[in-house]
């Protein structure tokens, strides 16, 4: 059984400056949610209860989203039960612990801040800046593979070839057609190099396996601790799986794709649907005739 979940926030969000120099970019809303918010409740739904987000400077709007605000709740109190209970709700989704990582060395150093949380069971981890939109949580999705195999198991996604260079790529052996046995893993290929266009895609099962192999990973890209390096590290000893998740992934980190989420997800809530619609119709149609 997976209960802990990690959920790495500590990054600088320099893709999406000026918008992230005093806030998290965890926390920028997709309409009225923040971010991580719809990342906190995919590990709620996947049967998660105990969370640990890697925090870091300038990173407190965080902790003060999913703590209780008492003047807040006495305000709408009067006025709106509603928005109450909401916002009562988000401070009683999970058990939220938090730890900070004081210098940003990538992901995979983030990921080491949780070595003594999660002790020695398997957890999931959940990228704070990325939502998916799925049909059964993404993160259960996986869950249930990691179950089957208990084993690492790493979220991929399609990606058109010619985009390879952009990601994560893993290859391996065909178990089905969702399902690989991974032999390789590499960051930004060239098309060529690519062993698949199957990219990692910011969920992951991991056992504490990888903390050994993250205290053997070296300085890598950027001059960061990678997940990937650690994730090879582990391969050459131990088995790693590739799951392609049902589900579309929105990465709230890069400015294009922030602006798509917020359309689509702006034309699937049913109070601003229609007018929404036909704002984008006609803002649509001036853009043409000009
Ligand atoms: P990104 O690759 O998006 O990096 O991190 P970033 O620094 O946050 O953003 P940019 O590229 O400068 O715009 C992926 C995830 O890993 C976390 C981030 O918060 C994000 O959720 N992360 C990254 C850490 O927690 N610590 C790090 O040192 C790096």
Excluded: C, W
């Excluded at 709740?73 to 916002?87: C, D, P, S, T």
């Excluded at 890209?221 to 997940?227: A, T, V």
């Amino acid at each position: 059984m997976i209960k802990k979940a990690v959920i790495p926030a500590a990054g600088l969000g320099t893709r999406f400056l000026p918008a992230t120099k005093a806030q998290p970019k965890e926390m920028l809303p997709i309409i009225d949610t923040p971010t991580i918010q719809y990342v906190v409740q995919e590990a709620v739904d996947s049967g998660i209860d105990d969370i640990l987000i890697i925090s870091g400077k300038g990173k407190r709007a965080i902790e003060d989203h999913f703590d209780r605000n008492y003047e807040l709740e006495a305000a709408l109190e009067k006025k709106n039960e509603q928005a109450l209970n909401e916002i009562k709700n988000i401070s009683d989704l999970a058990k939220i612990h938090y730890i900070r990582q004081k210098e940003l060395n990538g992901l995979g150093d983030a990921i080491y801040h949780a070595k003594h949380h999660v002790g020695n069971e398997p957890f999931a981890v959940l990228l704070g800046d990325t939502v998916v939109r799925s049909v059964i949580p993404a993160t259960q999705q996986l869950i249930d593979i990691y179950e089957q195999y208990k084993q690492i198991v790493i979220g991929v996604e399609e990606v058109p070839k010619e985009k390879v260079h952009r990601y994560g790529i893993v290859g391996g052996e065909k178990i089905n057609d969702s399902l690989y046995q991974l032999n390789e893993m590499i960051e930004k290929p060239s098309i060529d190099e690519a062993p698949s266009n199957l990219a990692v895609a910011s969920r992951y099962i991991l056992t504490p396996d990888i903390f050994k192999a993250l205290e053997e990973t070296k300085v890598g890209k950027n001059d960061e601790i990678q997940l990937t390096d650690a994730l090879k590290i582990f391969l050459s000893r131990g088995s790693v799986y590739s799951y392609t998740f049902e589900g579309k992934r929105y990465d709230i980190g890069d400015k294009l794709d922030y602006l798509k989420t917020t359309v689509e997800f702006g034309l699937k809530r049913k109070e601003f649907k229609k007018d929404f619609l036909e704002f984008l119709k006609e803002i649509i149609k001036e853009s043409e005739e000009r």
